[in-house]
């Protein structure tokens, strides 16, 4: 076998390598979106969206009657990541509240797709215990949101921090994952009729 040769083969070889590489990286990608959705199944990352939306009414009870303290502000940033077909982002990224005080910010969605597309909006806390003092009143994430091709919609997301944040957390980071529905995302219980449909009587909220 000539030099020529050797070299050709351990050429293709390598060649060959590389394009084994190159689709197994490529099939990862597309199986992280599978995995991730198990995750969230398995973990009960969803809970968290599930959870807000069954406090909701006693979140609104607790907004209509706890008292601001003005003596402490706490800095809440707001972040948005699309794993889908989506633009999604807040109109606002960090605001500094006052603890029982009512506030509303807004998440906008765009559905980039021409066809119409289904998602949930998963949302998680930093530092985690904060979770607890973040009450919401008002949520996309309650329930799935549907967009019609080429879409934008608009979101209020309404809450209060409880006054019993403790003392050493000063900075709250409210965090959505938006996801396209699929068979791996549980969605969020229901609740009944009589309770969705109870008026909601507040005070004037914070824009």
């Avoid at 009657?65 to 999604?88: C, I, K, M, Y």
């Avoid at 209020?156 to 995302?185: C, H, K, M, Q, W």
Wanted: glycine residues 6%.
């Amino acid at each position: 076998m000539t030099v020529g040769s050797q070299t050709s083969q351990e050429n293709h070889r390598t060649l060959g390598k590389l394009l084994m590489v190159a689709i197994l990286m490529f099939a990862f990608g597309f199986a992280l979106v599978p995995f991730y959705e198990k995750i969230c199944e398995i973990t009960g990352i969803n809970v968290l969206a599930s959870r807000d939306k069954l406090n909701r009414d006693e979140a609104r009870r607790f907004a209509a009657n706890t008292q601001v303290d003005t003596s402490r502000l706490v800095s809440v940033e707001f972040d948005a990541n699309a794993h889908g077909p989506w633009r999604f982002k807040p109109r606002l990224n960090v605001t500094e509240v006052h603890p029982g005080e009512l506030v509303t910010v807004i998440y906008e969605i765009e559905n980039t797709l021409d066809r119409t597309v289904s998602g949930q909006a998963i949302p998680s806390y930093a530092p985690k215990q904060s979770a607890a003092h973040f009450k919401k009143l008002e949520c996309f994430c309650f329930e799935q949101q549907d967009l019609t091709a080429g879409q934008v919609r608009e979101f209020p997301v309404v809450f209060v921090i409880d006054p019993e944040l403790p003392d050493g957390i000063r900075n709250i980071t409210l965090s959505y994952t938006f996801f396209e529905i699929g068979a791996g995302i549980p969605r969020p219980p229901q609740t009944s009729s009589a309770v969705s449909s109870q008026p909601l009587v507040l005070p004037q909220p914070r824009s």
